[in-house]
């Protein structure tokens, strides 16, 4: 296992990795925490599963770590939870330190862009009527962005 | 009795991912554009046609001399080119197709017509996830405070916006339950010509063994389809799209999935990665992850 990115079972334990960026030159520590939504569509979301292609996924996360803690100049890690999820779980967590703030919200906001979209995860959602299925991203957001897609 | 039918092609899209028009691009063997293909579509069965565009954007190939209206909304993406049909005319219940569906036909239309009543919107469950389509629908004269009401909120993903609100859903049938699948990028370009004609984007190099032994992987809804998660196989495919191809072409189980990634030995493969025996080849649908 990368020490700064990991598949992990649910549930997550981010203690660690939060100790792990802690520095004395490190003013600025930004975290993203991802949780659970319990509606999705307009459906209402009782659980959730997620899966992984964990080889590859740990492998492409730990490039991008090392790609954004460099652009950035930041100590950064992440984890992504796999398993099975209730509303509220926490899925994602992705954290970033640095000497002043604005590298440190700039690389946590990077990070968690890209790992939704680099790295091999996949979401299945069970649904109050129990139908359930896989999510896809969706293709219908506007160029002036879109508050369902955030 | 109904409002009568417009007919709306979606081409304001700005195919940023394909890196050039969408609608101008011939996708089907007749030699036409989508544009063009998408408005006899239409005209078979509305009686009046509109191109939807963005401002300032050139007229696809292939239109003729079709109306155009120039999106009159800000909000961008397709909900900006349905508003301003709808507000041209709200009296009529208007045919909506986007320009980037090469495998929706005559009988795909003909369902979604006989499938029409007064609801606001009238179209196809998702062969995926069970939500509406939305680019190939019909949006009844109600629909259109209901648009003006999410796009006034900022929500402008008329997928959501139907799931939202409650759609007429229609079941394609399982002959035409990939119908509704899109054209994104040059990759998906490159898996449709090899979803159409495997055999024939599939040279093999003389001298080669005639099949390798390969272990395949199956992830998310791709593995629910094929119905494993691992398997053996030995194909004669050369490469790992073409092998793709051949699966989703052979036998039906997976479809032609728009933006499916490969692994070969677990790292990402273009689709024209060379095979050898005992690769490990994994097939990835969209990531979800976050």
Redesign the interface.
């Given at each position: 296992m990368n020490a700064d990115f990991s598949i992990s079972q649910h549930p997550l334990h981010v203690t660690p990795l939060r100790e792990a960026l802690s520095s004395p030159d490190c003013g600025g520590f930004v975290h993203f925490e991802?949780r659970v939504r319990n509606h999705h569509?307009?459906?209402a979301v009782t659980a959730l599963r997620?899966?992984?292609?964990r080889?590859?996924a740990e492998?492409?996360g730990a490039l991008i770590v090392t790609e954004i803690s460099r652009k950035h100049g930041v100590k950064a890690a992440a984890v992504?939870a796999v398993g099975d999820l209730r509303p509220g779980d926490l899925?994602?967590w992705v954290g970033a330190a640095a000497a002043h703030r604005e590298a440190a919200f700039a690389a946590c906001r990077e990070l968690?862009d890209a790992?939704?979209?680099?790295?091999?995860?996949?979401?299945?959602e069970t649904y109050a009527d129990g139908?359930s299925?896989?999510?896809?991203?969706?293709?219908?957001?506007?160029?002036?962005g879109?508050?369902?897609?955030q | 009795m109904k409002p009568p039918l417009r007919g709306l092609l979606l081409a304001g899209g700005?195919s940023t991912r394909m890196g050039r028009d969408k609608a101008s691009m011939i996708l089907r063997g007749n030699g036409q554009t989508q544009a063009a293909n998408a408005l006899r579509l239409l005209e078979g069965s509305c009686a009046e046609v509109f191109l939807s565009l963005r401002e300032g954007q050139e007229k696809p190939e292939g239109c003729g001399s079709v109306e155009i209206l120039r999106d009159a909304v800000?909000?961008?993406?397709?909900?900006?080119g349905i508003l301003t049909a709808m507000r041209h005319d709200p009296e009529s219940a208007w045919l909506v197709l986007a320009c980037d569906l090469p495998f929706v036909d005559a009988g795909v239309v003909s369902l979604l017509l006989a499938g029409r009543d007064d609801s606001p919107f009238t179209a196809f469950a998702s062969a995926?996830?069970?939500?509406p389509e939305?680019?190939c629908a019909i949006y009844g004269p109600a629909a259109l405070p209901i648009l003006e009401e999410h796009a006034a909120r900022?929500?402008?993903?008329?997928?959501?916006i139907m799931?939202?609100?409650g759609a007429r859903l229609l079941e394609l049938p399982a002959a035409a339950r990939h119908a509704l699948e899109?054209i994104?990028t040059p990759r998906d370009l490159e898996m449709m010509t090899r979803f159409s004609d495997p055999g024939a984007a599939a040279p093999e190099p003389a001298g080669e063994t005639p099949g390798r032994e390969i272990r395949l992987?199956w992830?998310?809804?791709l593995a629910?389809q094929r119905g494993r998660r691992e398997e053996m196989l030995v194909t004669p495919a050369g490469t790992v799209g073409v092998l793709f191809a051949e699966l989703a072409a052979r036998d039906g189980t997976v479809g032609f999935t728009p933006?499916v990634?490969f692994?070969v030995n677990?790292?990402?493969a273009p689709p024209d990665h060379p095979l050898k025996a005992g690769d490990k080849v994994?097939f990835?649908?969209?990531?979800?992850?976050?």
């Open positions: 991802g569509a307009g459906r997620y899966e992984a292609y080889e590859l492998k492409e992504h899925a994602v968690i790992i939704k979209d680099r790295v091999p995860v996949w979401k299945h139908k299925s896989w999510i896809a991203g969706c293709d219908h957001a506007g160029s002036a879109n508050p369902d897609h | 700005r800000s909000c961008g993406g397709p909900l900006a995926f996830d069970g939500l939305p680019l900022g929500h402008v993903c008329p997928r959501h799931a939202e609100e899109n994104n992987g992830f998310g809804f629910e933006g990634r692994a677990d790292e990402f994994v990835m649908p969209p990531f979800s992850g976050g």
